[in-house]
């Protein structure tokens, strides 16, 4: 299945069971062909979230900010010296995050990195799944920690400090 918007078009795969009826033109309704069968009922489900995923990623688009939260922690984005190649984007966020050595992520294509302060990365795409993974994966760098709640925060996201041992 096509979806088309205007931020662009993707194409969302559908398992051969999987029905799809257009009662007017404002609305899509997904069943499947038999209701007995396990895995068509989980897959049901399942096509109609990445359906409608891919419908408001190509009207809207979907935006994830992270904070780096710790003393030293700084980011921002530069243009990456391997180009376009290795289908990247051209640019790369530069961070520092407390180790001996910066950390170099190239950006995707398909994702729109900014830094608007030093500690604040704002992500903007249309694919819901590839900007998740790619802010798991900056999350991975430096994962928050739950004793002096350093680390990289995705969205609203907070832990709870712990205490350390007492003597």
């Keep these: 299945m096509i979806v088309e918007g205007p931020l ?3 194409a ?7 029905t799809l009826h257009f009662p007017d033109e404002h609305q899509l309704q997904i069943g499947v062909r038999d209701m007995a ?3 068509q009922r989980m897959m049901w489900g399942t096509t109609r979230t990445l359906i409608s995923n891919a419908i408001v990623g190509m009207t809207e688009g979907y935006s994830t900010p992270l904070y780096l939260v710790g003393v030293g922690f700084r980011a921002n984005m530069e243009e990456d010296p391997r180009g376009t ?3 990247g984007s051209g640019k790369r966020l530069h961070l520092k995050l407390g180790y001996t050595h910066s950390v170099y992520i190239p950006v995707p294509p398909t994702i729109k990195a900014e830094v608007p302060s030093a500690t604040k990365i704002s992500l903007f795409a249309t694919d819901k799944q590839l900007l998740g993974e790619f802010a798991r994966k900056i999350k991975s760098l430096r994962m928050p920690e739950p ?4 680390g990289i ?7 709870r400090l712990k205490t350390a041992k007492k003597r």
């Design 8 to 10: 662009g078009r993707t």
């Design 12 to 18: 969302v795969p559908l398992k051969p069971f999987i």
């Design 37 to 39: 069968e396990r895995e």
């Design 85 to 87: 190649t290795d289908g």
């Design 147 to 150: 004793y002096k709640g350093k």
């Design 153 to 159: 925060f995705i969205g609203k996201e907070t832990i």
